[in-house]
């Protein structure tokens, strides 16, 4: 037993037993002990839940009914402490009743001596310890030494009760940290765990005591609170904990920034069980998750549907994989000096078998989102290596080919050895392959990429940096990858005439360009007097429906055949 004093408190006896047992704690010398006394039993719950006391002995001999109710529902609600049972006889029906609800043990007042008492009180404190220790292990993270998913249920599910009886609302806060894998893949998992810590601080120290945080997965935890008042105030807990969990953290010397996205569902509008509650939190997250930065989303109906749409989606797109429903499209890229088709961008589609073609911008979020990317970005490289051959096989063998790349693909550890294997089985010049990137692919793990875009240089691979003027890349960064054009972004051609700020925009970004010896390719080009503005601004190529949408490979070469493109 531990060597402070333990104190005890006697709880619905009368004077007289209180008296006893001090007579009884004097004749044994103990002055391990302090005895504190108790009579109502109505101020039971307050006494044992103050956590003033190490043991409860509790009287069920004099109103062994309320005694019992009392032992039943103290230790329902998660009570650790322990309580011993005070009867009349050895064995009776309260003895029994008492170990059936919980109890620690419990003591026959008959023929009661010290001996027995002391080592009863004891060996229940001592077991209590050991019972703490194991719940510890048990009901607490190891790593952050905060609740558990475990732990969390139990909390989730005395709230539920609580709220439900209260007749109040309570909501449940889903925080996902969207940078953890990439922190885990770049730095290591001794990085990974110093961040779940660090966040799991940070949440500790910004909400109230009563407000129940638990880690319910690697990069996961929960925020209940409970009684809240109106989406309101939960929006402004959201705000707070984005604000706290967006601090810079520091790895290896360089501070980083890791956004979340988090989920709220509000007891009982979206749910009335720890299930119904979670699983709607996640889908407020996961749509959360589809804006940029950090972001906070209330779980409501138009949620769900898009849930089930993504999930949906998920294992149709995994369908289509397997079964081979992708195609390739490729829209032309013209020369804008002879009008000449120079090359073409490979573009994605998706033929599902119901609903006909599926728009990119429809399946592509949801690829990033749950991994199927990668794999879908290998069969693209693959597609467009097999109809370059066919391109040259026609005759066209000048072309060259833009293949998108997104930023999960860049996070792949087997990207580049992956990528090279396809090209070079396939046997194309890899000369005659661009991959295009965006800003933000390139900043989301600036040197993962740098040298995954130094590899695939040496193999005689180009890039171009896609969407220029969208994202926040450095020209200093911009200088030091193998980069060889910029793409201007449609947003900025499709008002080039009609307004005068994105004509001063785009002309500054072609002369930048040129300045850094990289050549420029305008997208979204539609009309005759776009063409006119980018080639009196000398812009070297350009691409839209004025010459042709993403057409098969099979139209694509008939209309190379045909000089279709040749409309300047």
Same mark, same amino acid.
């Given at each position: 037993?531990?060597?402070?004093?333990?104190?005890?408190?006697?709880?619905?006896s009368?004077?007289?037993?209180? @008296?006893?047992?001090?007579a009884?704690?004097?004749?044994?010398q103990?002055?391990?002990?302090?005895?504190l006394?108790?009579e109502q039993?109505?101020?039971?719950?307050a006494e044992?839940?103050?956590?003033n006391?190490?043991?409860?002995?509790?009287?069920?001999q004099?109103?062994?009914?309320a005694?019992?109710t009392?032992?039943?529902?103290?230790?329902?609600?998660?009570?650790?402490?322990?309580i011993?049972?005070?009867t009349?006889?050895?064995?009776?029906?309260?003895?029994q009743?008492?170990?059936?609800y919980g109890a620690?043990?419990?003591?026959?007042?008959?023929?009661?001596?010290?001996y027995?008492?002391?080592?009863?009180?004891g060996?229940?404190?001592?077991?209590?310890?050991v019972?703490?220790?194991?719940?510890?292990?048990n009901?607490?993270?190891?790593?952050t030494?905060?609740?558990?998913?475990?732990?969390?249920r139990?909390?989730?599910?005395?709230?539920?009760?609580?709220?439900?009886?209260?007749?109040i609302?309570? &909501?449940?806060?889903?925080?996902?940290?969207?940078?953890?894998?990439?922190?885990? #893949?770049?730095?290591g998992?001794?990085?990974?765990?110093r961040?779940v810590?660090?966040? &799991?601080?940070?949440?500790t @120290?910004?909400?109230?005591k009563?407000?129940g945080?638990?880690?319910?997965?690697?990069d996961?935890?929960t925020?209940?609170?409970?009684?809240c008042?109106?989406?309101?105030?939960v929006?402004?807990?959201?705000k707070?904990v984005?604000?706290?969990l967006?601090?810079?953290?520091t790895v290896?010397?360089?501070p980083?920034?890791?956004s979340?996205?988090?989920?709220?569902?509000?007891?009982? =509008?979206?749910?009335?069980?720890?299930d119904?509650?979670?699983?709607? &939190?996640?889908m407020?997250?996961?749509?959360?998750?589809?804006?940029?930065?950090?972001?906070?989303n209330?779980?409501?109906? #138009?949620?769900n549907?898009?849930a089930m749409?993504?999930?949906?989606?998920?294992?149709d797109? @995994?369908?289509a994989?397997?079964?081979n429903?992708?195609?390739?499209?490729y829209?032309?890229?013209?020369?804008?000096g002879?009008?000449?088709t120079?090359?073409?961008?490979?573009?994605?589609?998706?033929?599902?078998?119901?609903?006909?073609?599926?728009?990119p911008? #429809?399946?592509?979020?949801?690829a990033?989102?749950?991994?199927?990317?990668v794999?879908?970005?290998?069969?693209?490289i693959?597609?467009?290596?097999e109809?370059m051959?066919?391109?040259?096989?026609?005759g066209?063998?000048s072309l060259?080919?833009?293949?998108?790349?997104?930023?999960?693909?860049?996070?792949?550890?087997?990207?580049v050895?992956?990528a090279t294997?396809i090209?070079?089985?396939?046997?194309? =010049? !890899?000369?005659?392959?661009?991959?295009?990137?965006?800003e933000?692919a390139?900043?989301?793990?600036?040197?993962?990429?740098? #040298?995954?875009?130094?590899?695939l240089?040496k193999?005689?691979?180009?890039?171009?940096?896609?969407?220029?003027?969208t994202?926040?890349?450095?020209?200093?960064?911009?200088?030091r990858?193998p980069?060889?054009?910029?793409?201007?972004?449609?947003?900025?051609?499709r008002?080039?005439?009609?307004?005068n700020?994105?004509?001063i925009?785009?002309?500054?970004?072609?002369?930048?360009?040129?300045?850094l010896?990289?050549?420029?390719? !305008?997208?979204?080009?539609?009309t005759? =007097?776009?063409v006119q503005?980018l080639?009196q601004n000398h812009?070297?190529?350009?691409q839209?429906?004025?010459?042709s949408?993403?057409?098969?490979a &099979?139209d694509f070469?008939?209309m190379?055949?045909?000089?279709a493109?040749?409309?300047?």
């Amino acid at each position: 037993m531990h060597d402070s004093m333990a104190r005890i408190l006697l709880l619905g006896s009368n004077l007289a037993e209180y @008296r006893r047992f001090e007579a009884m704690l004097s004749s044994i010398q103990h002055n391990s002990f302090q005895l504190l006394w108790c009579e109502q039993l109505d101020n039971g719950r307050a006494e044992i839940a103050s956590g003033n006391y190490d043991v409860v002995l509790l009287d069920c001999q004099h109103q062994p009914d309320a005694a019992l109710t009392l032992l039943q529902e103290t230790l329902e609600q998660g009570c650790l402490l322990p309580i011993i049972a005070l009867t009349a006889e050895v064995d009776n029906t309260a003895s029994q009743q008492a170990l059936q609800y919980g109890a620690a043990d419990y003591l026959s007042l008959d023929n009661l001596d010290g001996y027995v008492f002391q080592r009863c009180i004891g060996y229940a404190i001592d077991k209590s310890q050991v019972d703490k220790k194991i719940n510890q292990l048990n009901l607490y993270d190891p790593l952050t030494g905060i609740p558990n998913r475990m732990l969390f249920r139990q909390t989730m599910e005395r709230a539920i009760e609580l709220a439900k009886t209260q007749q109040i609302s309570l &909501a449940l806060l889903l925080i996902n940290l969207d940078g953890f894998k990439k922190v885990n #893949e770049s730095y290591g998992s001794e990085a990974g765990d110093r961040l779940v810590a660090t966040m &799991a601080q940070r949440l500790t @120290r910004c909400v109230r005591k009563s407000d129940g945080i638990a880690r319910v997965g690697g990069d996961e935890f929960t925020l209940v609170l409970e009684d809240c008042h109106g989406n309101d105030d939960v929006a402004l807990v959201a705000k707070k904990v984005i604000d706290v969990l967006s601090a810079p953290f520091t790895v290896a010397g360089q501070p980083l920034i890791v956004s979340c996205s988090i989920g709220v569902a509000i007891y009982p =509008d979206a749910g009335e069980s720890v299930d119904d509650l979670l699983k709607r &939190a996640n889908m407020a997250m996961l749509e959360a998750k589809t804006q940029r930065g950090s972001q906070y989303n209330f779980y409501n109906e #138009e949620t769900n549907a898009d849930a089930m749409h993504r999930l949906n989606l998920e294992s149709d797109l @995994r369908r289509a994989l397997r079964k081979n429903e992708f195609e390739m499209y490729y829209q032309p890229r013209v020369a804008i000096g002879t009008g000449a088709t120079v090359g073409m961008e490979a573009l994605i589609r998706w033929r599902h078998p119901t609903r006909g073609l599926v728009s990119p911008k #429809e399946f592509i979020p949801v690829a990033e989102e749950c991994g199927l990317i990668v794999p879908i970005g290998y069969w693209v490289i693959q597609q467009a290596c097999e109809d370059m051959r066919s391109f040259d096989e026609s005759g066209h063998d000048s072309l060259d080919i833009a293949i998108n790349l997104s930023f999960k693909q860049l996070q792949d550890n087997m990207f580049v050895d992956t990528a090279t294997r396809i090209i070079e089985q396939s046997g194309v =010049d !890899a000369s005659r392959l661009e991959f295009e990137l965006t800003e933000t692919a390139i900043m989301s793990n600036y040197q993962q990429t740098y #040298e995954g875009m130094m590899a695939l240089s040496k193999l005689g691979i180009t890039f171009s940096l896609d969407d220029f003027g969208t994202g926040f890349s450095s020209f200093a960064h911009i200088q030091r990858l193998p980069i060889s054009a910029l793409k201007v972004d449609r947003s900025f051609v499709r008002n080039v005439v009609k307004n005068n700020d994105d004509g001063i925009i785009v002309k500054a970004m072609i002369n930048l360009a040129h300045s850094l010896r990289l050549q420029v390719i !305008a997208e979204g080009v539609e009309t005759l =007097d776009q063409v006119q503005f980018l080639w009196q601004n000398h812009c070297d190529q350009v691409q839209g429906f004025y010459f042709s949408p993403a057409v098969s490979a &099979a139209d694509f070469n008939l209309m190379i055949d045909q000089g279709a493109t040749a409309a300047i």
